[in-house]
């Protein structure tokens, strides 16, 4: 039981019932806020009202951000390495949401173009390190007749009278080479700018593409320079939300790409894959926790101006049933992130179903909470000069970006079941 000397008002930190932060905790969430606020917030508005390519120009406000965001250091992939799983768990979401209330195009900017450096320092080959490190890059996993088949990359989904699709974007192993060939889909973040890719493809071994008496096929894991001859470049992508984030396809023709690069071979391909969407679905639903956070803050501060009947409308126990719905989704979406960030860094995990749960929920009520939240503006929300309608463009993006969320959701219960069956001796 509870006991109360009297009723005081309830102490509520950024993220809301936060239950107490370290000192050292509390430092790094006050630092990146302040660079939310302070750099993201204004650079990502100018950059939704810019043409694709006006953002990726040089002398974009994109390039001030990059710069600002690794002087900062808040994503210093060494220290973060350094961390114990435990404090992982804890100050990941904690950074992540706050770049997503920032936002989520530059806070995915950021993460997406970090990926070919991470997995280079993850493999400890000097070589490596060296050559992709300390470079901006791409994920570049989806293309064009294959798009969210690549969440499947075990086939477990193919229809059993099928084989799973090649796509347009294939590798073929040459002697101590890789010979790519096609090119990625047109939502390749950050692809107009990157230097590096790490990339996700079908490839033929020598024996072709497909496993013997199998639907699924071979893969390879590897690290591309995308300065090699034969690389080129679309045009940047033109899209209804997360503007301040380029994407765009890459075109391979005949690229030799060393096979030393290759950083995941034959079946150790797709578990690699799924690692780093493991990460990348955990990421997701930090991210957009801030974001869902971002659009009940401007609720919360709009229905305390707002004047309608002679008084703030906060006043209409109406609002006040629908801003506190807001406020219990963003809660519910970030205890569920937090307990997905715990369940992958303890003994336990990681796993794809954790990150798969957190990912599809969270991105579904960060598009509910903007929705709603937009409506309590009236018409004012549909309006560029009020930033909730931004907010909500760039949430209906989230179900979709990667892995779209139905299939994600297919792939999660896939597990769900396999470990039912097996719990319970069970083959259906």
């Known amino acids: ?5 009297k009723l005081e008002l309830p102490r509520l930190g950024l993220r809301g019932l936060e239950a107490g932060l370290s ?8 630092a990146t806020h302040r660079f939310a606020l302070e750099v993201m917030r204004p650079i990502g508005r100018k950059l939704d009202r810019m043409t694709p390519e006006e953002v990726v120009a040089e002398g974009s406000p994109l390039h001030d951000y990059m710069a600002q965001m690794n002087a900062a250091g808040i994503l210093d992939l060494g220290a973060l390495a350094e961390m114990s799983n435990e404090q992982k768990a804890r100050v990941f979401p904690l950074i992540f949401e706050e770049l997503g209330w920032g936002d989520s195009g530059l806070a995915i900017a950021t993460l997406a173009s970090s990926i070919p450096a991470f997995t280079a320092h993850s493999t400890g080959d000097p070589e490596i390190i060296e050559r992709f490190g300390s470079l901006p890059g791409c994920w570049l996993a989806t293309q064009p007749e294959r798009g969210s088949d690549v969440v499947d990359m075990d086939a477990s989904e193919v229809h059993e009278t099928t084989q799973q699709s090649k796509g347009n974007l294939l590798a073929r192993k040459d002697g101590d080479e890789y010979v790519i060939s096609g090119q990625s889909s047109a939502w390749v973040s950050y692809a107009p700018l990157a230097h590096t890719a790490m ?17 699924g096929m071979h893969h390879v894991g590897i690290l591309i320079p995308l300065d090699l001859p034969g690389v080129s470049r679309g045009k940047p992508l033109d899209k209804i939300g997360q503007r301040p984030l380029p994407q ?24 690699q894959m799924m690692a780093t969407l493991t990460f990348a679905n955990m990421e997701m639903a930090a991210t957009f926790t801030g974001v869902a956070r971002s659009a009940f803050d401007l609720a919360l501060e709009y229905v305390h101006e707002r004047k309608q009947g002679g008084t703030a409308i906060i006043n209409h126990q109406s609002v006040q049933v629908r801003t506190f719905d807001l406020w219990q989704r963003v809660e519910a979406a970030r205890g569920l992130t937090q307990r997905v960030f715990n369940y992958n860094y303890s003994d336990s995990g990681p796993h794809l179903l954790a ?9 579904k009520t960060a598009f509910e909470v903007a929705s709603e939240a937009l409506q309590l503006f009236g ?6 000069e009020y930033p909730i309608e ?32 097996d719990q319970h001796g069970l083959d259906v």
């Open 248 to 271: 765009g396809e890459v075109f391979f023709d005949e690229v030799r790409v060393p096979a030393k690069y290759a950083i995941a071979t034959g079946d150790a391909a797709i578990p």
């Open 1 to 5: 039981m509870f006991t109360y000397e």
């Open 23 to 30: 000192e050292e905790e509390q430092a790094i969430q006050d």
């Open 379 to 384: 018409g004012n929300g549909l309006t560029r």
């Open 199 to 215: 990339a996700y493809l079908p490839c033929d071994y020598g024996d072709g593409f497909y496993k013997e008496g199998e639907q």
């Open 390 to 421: 931004k907010i909500m463009r760039d949430a209906r993006a989230s179900m979709i970006e990667d892995g779209e969320n139905n299939i994600l959701c297919i792939k999660g219960m896939r597990w769900l079941s396999r470990w039912y069956q």
């Open 355 to 363: 990150s798969v749960t957190s990912k599809t929920y969270v991105t």
